[in-house]
């Protein structure tokens, strides 16, 4: 039964540093920045420049086709009127030209309660005293060889809170995505046959940020349930 307590006690040690691991490292990768994506993914700061070439290009066009269509000289339906044409392929070229920078104070907005979750006093997460805990209250609760019962009652919890780490993190991924691609978006808009995908993107920047935040209250409201638990294990 020793030799049994020690393997399961060992496994316990490993599931509780890999938390720590986890924990550390992903928690302090997300935000609402691209540094981190940055620092992994060097290239998309310079294909930026190819989406920004990419998304002119369509404008233009754009812009000769409809013109092309109001003079008659290509059938089909109705064009949009010149003057309303010209003005809004210039806004969207200004647009494009700094999408950078708008899409940066957007995620800067959208930063200010992500950094103030994140930035909360609360009773720090420490997962090997939760392991200690564990085996302290199932020993009073339970006869016999509790340690088994802690460790999948810590595995249970474990693979609960990796799954949120790797949700935010994935979430954090395609927000840094939807930005280095801006510049197509804002292209879409140019036209009024494409006007909903520029729509639909600004919806899934603006969703994707308000979910990013909500990954980040939900494991703060975890860590704080799990420090109070460690501060006070009787108070649950």
């Not at 049994?4 to 928690?27: H, P, T």
């Not at 995505?177 to 006007?195: D, E, N």
């Not at 969703?207 to 494991?219: E, H, K, R, Y």
Request: hydrophobic share 55%; proline share 3%.
């Amino acid at each position: 039964m020793k030799i049994l307590d020690s393997i399961v006690e060992w496994i316990a040690e490993q599931i509780v540093n890999l938390l720590d691991l986890l924990n550390a490292s992903i928690l302090g990768a997300l935000g609402c920045d691209t540094s981190v994506f940055l620092r992994y993914f060097p290239a998309a700061e310079t294909l930026y420049e190819v989406f920004v070439a990419i998304a002119i290009g369509f404008i233009l066009l754009n812009l000769v086709w409809q013109l092309l269509r109001n003079f008659g000289l290509v059938m089909g339906s109705e064009a949009e009127h010149p003057l309303k044409l010209l003005l809004r392929s210039a806004f969207f070229i200004f647009l494009v030209f700094y999408s950078d920078d708008i899409v940066s104070l957007v995620l800067k907005i959208g930063g200010t309660p992500y950094n103030r979750i994140l930035s909360q006093d609360l009773p720090p997460i420490d997962f090997v005293r939760l392991d200690a805990v564990l085996l302290v209250v199932i020993g009073v609760m339970a006869n016999g060889s509790v340690t088994l019962i802690a460790l999948i009652l810590l595995i249970m919890l474990s693979v609960n809170y990796i799954k949120m780490l790797f949700e935010a993190g994935e979430r954090y991924i395609l927000l840094c995505v939807i930005v280095f691609t801006s510049p197509i978006a804002f292209a879409m808009g140019a036209s009024q046959s494409t006007g909903n995908i520029f729509k639909s993107w600004c919806r899934m920047l603006g969703g994707q940020i308000f979910l990013l935040i909500m990954n980040v209250w939900c494991l703060r409201l975890f860590t704080n349930m799990i420090g109070t638990f460690l501060v006070n294990p009787l108070s649950l």
